[in-house]
């Protein structure tokens, strides 16, 4: 019983490298989602995507990408890292739009940039 | 913009004892709130979730209350146990279509219950 699998779990980067943070599904939902959690701050909606193929920019888009290849797949892309992009990062799904049914959430990847 | 505050930041109460957590939010034309409980080191587990059109839910010893017109939400713990210990979150969702949604998160409530 998966759920929500977020890879990897821990990442230290220096300023500029670049990552791919990975969220792998299992429930076969077609709603997925991408937020960071900062101290003090609730989760923020980085990106989402309703569907196979789709993505959305939710409220702090700027300087991430994602991509939704595989509908039980969502990658959230950092081309060059920024001190500001420390946070912990959540995956999230939904088996319809996250208004109406709960979400599932990842356990998180913690991630530091130097 | 909607903004979503939670008093207290944290609270630590002895085992047993009933609590209330709260949750305000300034923009009342919300589609539904609803509460998660996090652990340390780990996601968001849903715990309720309150249409615009209900007044509460109930799920076992958690009841959450919803007042749209005060902007303001609030979730009852009866018997509160160690186990309760976590923080809890919630969310105010407007703007509901066909693509999303603004879905914006409190900053939550750490509680302890000591045994």
């Known amino acids: 019983n998966a759920g929500v699998t977020q890879t990897p779990k821990f990442r230290v980067l220096k300023t500029g490298q670049s990552m791919t943070l990975l969220c792998a599904q299992d429930?076969?939902?077609?709603?997925m989602y991408w937020y960071r959690q900062d101290p003090g701050m609730g989760l923020r909606l980085i990106h989402y995507?309703?569907?196979?193929?789709?993505?959305a920019k939710g409220e702090v888009p700027d300087g991430y990408n994602v991509s939704r290849l595989k509908k039980q797949n969502f990658l959230l892309g950092l081309e060059s890292a920024a001190p500001s992009q420390t946070s912990v990062y959540f995956c999230?799904?939904?088996?319809?739009?996250?208004?109406?049914?709960?979400?599932?959430f990842g356990d998180g990847t913690r991630l530091s940039i130097l | 913009k909607q903004e979503v505050t939670q008093i207290p930041a944290a609270l630590s109460v002895p085992e047993g004892e009933n609590l209330v957590l709260n949750c305000s939010f300034t923009?009342?034309?919300?589609?539904?709130l609803q509460w998660f409980r996090q652990d340390p080191g780990k996601g968001l587990t849903s715990l309720l979730l309150?249409?615009?059109?209900?007044r509460e839910q109930t799920s076992g010893r958690l009841n959450a209350s919803l007042d749209k017109s005060s902007g303001r939400s609030t979730l009852y713990i009866a018997a509160s146990q160690p186990g309760d210990s976590a923080t809890y979150l919630c969310?105010?969702?407007?703007?509901?279509?066909?693509?999303?949604?603004?879905?914006?998160f409190g900053p939550g409530t750490r509680l302890s219950v000591l045994p």
């Open positions: 999230a799904s939904s088996y319809s739009m996250a208004g109406r049914q709960p979400q599932h």
């Open positions: 429930m076969n939902h077609e709603y």
């Open positions: 995507s309703v569907g196979e193929g789709t993505t």
């Open positions: 923009d009342s034309a919300i589609y539904n």
């Open positions: 309150i249409q615009s059109s209900q």
């Open positions: 969310a105010a969702v407007t703007g509901v279509d066909n693509y999303g949604q603004n879905f914006v």
